[in-house]
């Protein structure tokens, strides 16, 4: 999953008074009352100390995962919701075992171990030995530059992008896509994080299991496997793994505050993790931060004009898998016609504005709200950005034309290079970052749940496909199996 660090969200254009149920007045009245609650009487830094130290990490289909839905549910439960609800779901749920990865010349036994991590969805048994091609950053005109070599070897991609720039990176899913497109018979993803931090994810583009291994090793490693390819070439590689995949039952965790009306807004984030840490950036700053949310909107006994959602998703990280069956629910039942608004926390920290996701109706109501907040807490910065983006929960829900926009938030360089490794741990938390996204998302929350008049309408299908496309996502949903048109 492609980390965007951000609040995904729908949104509405705030035109004065008259646009809102509470007055102007009365709207910045409650945004101050939010203020005061979160900053007095937050949980989310306590109750996510709590459910790392409790539970640990939260991979989907373990006994962890199953103990973190318990967990949100009875946490729900205690902050005064009568309307709590799992949605469980059947997924393939994927697990590592042991994974090893040895380099050698060609014709050669004088190998090197080299430290190596599995990535989600790889085949339950692989042991392949073949010839390895630097396929640079892995993109696909990295891969038509070797498409004459590249078959049946194992390729050597960068997660990020390394010399270039202007480019769009790729999600490492969609980079083992084109590997296996262009016959590749396995992937090794190179770390941008420096040092020797190993890296995992999902390396499968639908939360299936993939044809070919897919491992990632360290910066570090990957300097010094291309100084031997430099040097001793050509190399192969040998991947010997073992990984468990079954069908399991995961649920997604949803609380309702009714509103007036049966229109509602949807505010989520995913609660699943990997497995080599606890989590803690990715996603517990999301998901507890939601609770937090929904917490705060108990305590000050606000009955919103719409109806909220307050959802903690599973099976994120194995390809949206949660929200994607939530939205399959809501189009079968007829009750997507219902969601005004979708809002998403993942990795969300510290906001300091808005990004309208591309949507020019959205922008008025993300530069008022934030100017509302502004009054309230003047360090709010109020930064209006507008571009879309995929691999996060809001991505289901987007392709079904619900409105989604965010809120930009930032983790310092020392958190971020944690992304999905073995140090993603509590001690990473900035309790005062954390409770600002609270702070913050409650308020546009509020003003979303509120808004009387909302001109960012759903879009039909031909609509979608031309934003979808204008936003220049159609090459990633394409890969991702996800472009219907």
Not at 300 to 310: A, E, M, S
Not at 329 to 342: K, N
Request: with cysteine; proline share 3%; aromatic share 8%.
């Amino acid at each position: 999953m492609k980390k965007t660090l951000l609040i995904a969200l729908a949104g509405s254009t705030l035109v004065g008074a008259a646009a809102f149920a509470p007055s102007a007045d009365d709207l910045e009245a409650t945004f101050a009352r939010i203020d005061a609650e979160v900053r007095q009487h937050s949980r989310v830094y306590a109750t996510l100390q709590d459910a790392t130290q409790k539970i640990g990490h939260r991979l989907t289909g373990s006994t962890h995962g199953m103990e973190a839905e318990t967990y949100a549910f009875n946490t729900l439960k205690s902050y005064g919701f009568s309307d709590v609800k799992y949605q469980p779901f059947e997924v393939e749920s994927w697990s590592r075992d042991t994974v090893t990865l040895s380099i050698v010349p060609e014709s050669s036994d004088n190998f090197r171990e080299v430290p190596v991590v599995s990535l989600a969805h790889s085949p339950v048994i692989s042991d392949l030995r073949a010839g390895i091609v630097d396929v640079g950053n892995g993109l696909e005109e990295d891969f038509e530059q070797v498409k004459d070599k590249i078959k049946g070897k194992v390729a050597v991609a960068n997660i990020g992008l390394v010399g270039v720039t202007g480019k769009k990176n790729l999600h490492r899913s969609e980079k083992t896509a084109l590997a296996i497109k262009y016959g590749a018979g396995g992937i090794i993803m190179v770390n941008q994080a420096p040092g020797k931090i190993l890296l995992t994810g999902t390396a499968s583009v639908t939360g299936a299991l993939i044809a070919i291994p897919a491992v990632c090793i360290s910066n570090d490693s990957g300097r010094e496997l291309r100084s031997w390819l430099k040097e001793e070439g050509p190399l192969e590689a040998h991947v010997n793994m073992r990984n468990f995949s079954k069908p399991i039952k995961a649920r997604n965790v949803i609380a309702t505050l009714k509103g007036k009306t049966d229109e509602r807004v949807i505010v989520g984030g995913h609660l699943d993790s990997w497995d080599l840490a606890t989590g803690a950036i990715d996603n517990g700053i999301g998901s507890f931060s939601v609770l937090d949310m929904a917490r705060t909107f108990k305590a000050l006994k606000i009955k919103p004009y719409r109806t909220i959602q307050f959802v903690m998703f599973m099976g994120e990280e194995q390809g949206l898998l949660g929200s994607k069956h939530m939205v399959k629910e809501l189009a079968r039942t007829g009750e997507i016609s219902q969601v005004s608004y979708m809002m998403n926390l993942d990795m969300t920290n510290d906001p300091k504005g808005a990004n309208a996701f591309g949507r020019a109706d959205m922008e008025d109501f993300f530069q008022k709200i934030g100017a509302g907040i502004k009054k309230v807490d003047p360090s709010f910065e109020n930064k209006l950005s507008n571009r879309a983006g995929l691999h996060s929960d809001h991505q289901p829900f987007m392709l079904e034309g619900v409105p989604v926009a965010g809120l930009s938030g930032s983790l310092s360089p020392s958190v971020l290079q944690c992304y999905h490794a073995d140090c993603d741990r509590f001690d990473l938390v900035d309790k005062q970052q954390l409770e600002n996204t609270v702070r913050i998302g409650s308020m546009y929350l509020y003003a979303l749940a509120n808004a009387k008049k909302l001109p960012a309408k759903r879009l039909d299908s031909m609509q979608t496909r031309d934003y979808l496309t204008t936003q220049g996502l159609k090459e990633e949903l394409v890969l991702g199996q996800d472009w219907r048109w």
